[in-house]
């Protein structure tokens, strides 16, 4: 069999990584929808005739970044109470799940996560993408084993998963 190249990865270190960014992500929109709402009730912003939107424009804008917001500490509840399961080679790969596919000569690390699709991060010098299971590799990873072969996007050659923890 063959030996892993990190055997003991520390999960919980990747959480917190994730957790680290979407904290630092939900301050920021927090901060800016609450420019944009002083912007939008600020006097100075008041319509100086009726095709001044600036003020409209401002609040709408201030309620995207609210819900955005929302979206970001709904992630950090589900990252914070996220089981964070050991698998095996035999295991079928899941939520929770770290993934490794080799495609050719290069071999990429996946964590699949319930959100935070697209987050970037490194753990024990190797570069780790979260999916999803709505994302379209994340439903091609989920319930795949290792040896199994995988349609990576953009590519036309087959990748297979090498390790799953």
Do not use: C
Request: net charge negative.
């Amino acid at each position: 069999m063959k030996q892993p190249l990190f055997s003991l990865v520390n999960k919980e270190s990747l959480r917190q990584q994730i957790l680290q960014q979407l904290r630092t992500e939900h301050e920021l929109q927090v901060r800016a929808a609450q420019v944009s709402r002083d912007e939008a009730i600020d006097e100075e912003s008041r319509p100086e005739n009726k095709y001044d939107m600036h003020s409209q424009e401002a609040a709408y804008l201030a309620e995207g970044q609210a819900r955005l917001a929302a979206e970001i500490a709904a992630s950090i509840e589900l990252y914070t109470t996220l089981s964070l399961p050991a698998f095996t080679p035999d295991s079928a790969t899941a939520v929770g799940a770290l993934i490794e596919v080799e495609s050719g000569k290069s071999k990429t690390w996946y964590f699949l996560g319930p959100r935070a699709g697209g987050l970037e991060l490194e753990l024990d010098g190797r570069n780790i993408l979260v999916l999803t299971p709505q994302s379209p590799l994340g439903r091609t990873l989920l319930g795949k084993r290792v040896g199994d072969p995988v349609q990576l996007p953009g590519r036309k050659e087959l990748g297979r998963i090498s390790q799953l923890m």
